[in-house]
C-alpha cells in the first residue's frame, strides 16, 4: 500500500502540522519506510526467543526500607502557612 497525498494530508491534518511544498518529498520518505517495514516482515524470525527488551534488565536500586523521616513539627515550624498539620499554600486553580 503506497502512501497519497491524500494520506499525508490527513496525517497532517490530524498532528495539526501545516505543510507546504514538503508534501512530495513526505510521499516519498514515507513509502521508502513502508518498503522497508514490507522487507523486515518477510524476514523468518521464527527461531528467534521473543524479547520484551534487548538488553537484560536488572534492578539497580537499593531496597525499599522504611526509614525514620523528619518529625512533622519541625517541618511546620517552616511552613509560611498550616491548616490542620499540612502546609497551606494558595489555591492554584479557581
Same mark, same amino acid.
Given at each position: 500500500?503506497?502512501? $497519497?497525498?491524500?494520506?499525508?494530508?490527513?496525517? @497532517?491534518?490530524? @498532528?495539526?502540522?501545516?505543510?507546504?511544498?514538503? =508534501?512530495?518529498?513526505?510521499?516519498?520518505? !514515507?513509502?521508502?519506510? !513502508?518498503?522497508?517495514?514490507?522487507?523486515?516482515?518477510?524476514?523468518? $524470525?521464527?527461531?528467534?526467543?521473543? $524479547?520484551?527488551?534487548?538488553?537484560?534488565? =536488572?534492578?539497580?536500586?537499593?531496597?525499599?526500607?522504611?526509614?525514620?523521616?523528619?518529625?512533622?513539627?519541625? !517541618?511546620?515550624?517552616? @511552613?509560611? @502557612?498550616?491548616?490542620?498539620?499540612?502546609?497551606?499554600?494558595?489555591?492554584?486553580?479557581?
Amino acid at each position: 500500500m503506497a502512501v $497519497t497525498l491524500e494520506d499525508v494530508e490527513k496525517v @497532517a491534518y490530524l @498532528a495539526r502540522l501545516k505543510l507546504s511544498g514538503e =508534501k512530495g518529498r513526505f510521499i516519498s520518505q !514515507l513509502n521508502r519506510i !513502508l518498503d522497508y517495514i514490507a522487507q523486515l516482515e518477510e524476514l523468518d $524470525t521464527g527461531g528467534v526467543p521473543p $524479547t520484551s527488551h534487548v538488553l537484560p534488565l =536488572k534492578n539497580v536500586f537499593r531496597e525499599d526500607e522504611a526509614r525514620p523521616s523528619v518529625p512533622r513539627e519541625e !517541618l511546620m515550624a517552616n @511552613a509560611p @502557612a498550616e491548616h490542620m498539620g499540612y502546609f497551606k499554600v494558595p489555591r492554584a486553580i479557581e
